[in-house]
């Protein structure tokens, strides 16, 4: 335990020091992305344990002042485990984020979500765990249309897991997104699309 806490501390130590610098160095006050919005997401999931499922979510942001943020999502997921099993299961998550710009076009931003995962294996067997989630990266107005973001990720659900990930938003309207992303870890590989609405 004492290990993971440190972990943790450390990967938050690291993705903080660049917004804690950025807030001396920096003249940009605002990039003006949009933290307030709504999606509809799909997502693949590759476990390391066998675990193949398709998963569907509902999830959304909300700005409470010019750095901070709130997150939610609610996710069911259906799919396989080993060679011969079902699994179907939902995943409800909460949390606040953080972000600052780092240049002009640029933003730090962080994140820690509590994730709560309830699960149920064909025959008759069923789990769930609460767990948490750290991310730290950052947000890139790469064209007019097109921004990019990356970082890490460390997830404790089940087992913990450090990986990166990425994400692609393509601005199809000044309301209306579409993305993809993709997370990559030692124990899970995900990728998956969405539609957002900004407000």
Known sequence: MFKKTLLVSGIALAVSAPAMAA?????????????????????RWDLDDDVDVDSLSAEGSFA???????????????????????LDGSQISGGIGFHTP??????????????YDDRDYDPGNDDDEIGFEVRGGVRHATTE???????????????????VYGQGLFKVSQAVD??????????????????????
């Open 23 to 43: 807030q001396q160095t920096t003249a940009v006050r605002d990039n003006g992305f949009s933290y307030s919005y709504g999606q509809l997401a799909y997502d």
């Open 64 to 86: 409470l002042d010019e750095h901070l943020f709130l997150r939610g999502s609610l996710g069911f997921y259906d799919g396989d485990y080993g060679r011969n099993g079902d």
């Open 102 to 115: 780092l240049q002009r076009g640029l933003d730090f931003v962080t994140s820690a979500d509590i994730i």
């Open 145 to 163: 249309k097109l921004e990019l973001s990356g970082g890490l990720a460390y997830q404790d659900l089940y087992d913990d897991d450090l990986g």
């Open 178 to 199: 579409l993305g993809a992303r993709v997370i990559v870890g030692g124990d899970r590989d995900t990728y998956g699309v969405f539609g957002r609405y900004n407000f």
